[in-house]
């Protein structure tokens, strides 16, 4: 007779997000996610001396809102308030470079869960938009998502955001 063990917690976490975890895990509380705020990596040609970095912050923050409406409407999922948040990459807004510290970070503050959002300027009219979802326990990628926004704008980053989070984290069909 085989050896049934439990569910490691990233695989459990990692089904959860799929809508795969068994009946008896669906019935337990929700997954806590912490969602940090959006980041931006440009790559443009004039990036650091074009542009209004203002600007780019109110899009980069109407995105942040938008993924944390689209999670907070799931009954999968509770927000985990990222205020209390310390540390340089979080006041930076530069935790997509230190690869995977939002884990630990997203653990202190309670969460199972921890998203980064990242909106990546190629050229002015050229993005990409990606999120990056991590056990809090063990630091392992559970999901990665991004979507191209081709002849956009950057008032479209919001919009990106609600389609990439609503495409990952959707309610089970």
Do not use: N
Not at 21 to 38: D, H, L, S, Y
Not at 60 to 80: F, K, N, P
Request: with cysteine.
């Amino acid at each position: 007779m085989p050896c049934l063990t439990a569910p490691k917690p990233a695989l459990l976490a990692f089904l959860m997000v799929l809508g795969l975890a068994a009946p008896a895990a669906a019935e337990t509380a929700p997954t806590r996610v912490a969602v940090f705020a959006f980041e931006l990596d440009d790559f443009s040609g004039g990036a650091g001396i074009a542009g209004d970095a203002a600007s780019d912050r109110r899009y980069l923050d109407e995105a942040t809102t938008e993924a944390r409406q689209q999670i907070g409407a799931s009954s999968r999922y509770t927000l985990v308030d990222t205020g209390p948040a310390a540390g340089e990459e979080v006041r930076a807004r530069t935790l997509y470079r230190c690869h995977g510290c939002d884990a630990d970070i997203a653990r202190a503050l309670g969460a199972d869960l921890s998203l980064v959002g990242v909106v990546t300027r190629i050229s002015r009219t050229e993005f990409t938009l990606r999120i990056e979802l991590r056990d809090t326990r063990t630091g392992d990628l559970v999901m990665l998502r991004s979507s191209g926004l081709r002849m956009g704008a950057d008032y479209a980053w919001s919009r990106g955001a609600r389609a990439v989070v609503r495409q990952a984290l959707a309610e089970p069909q």
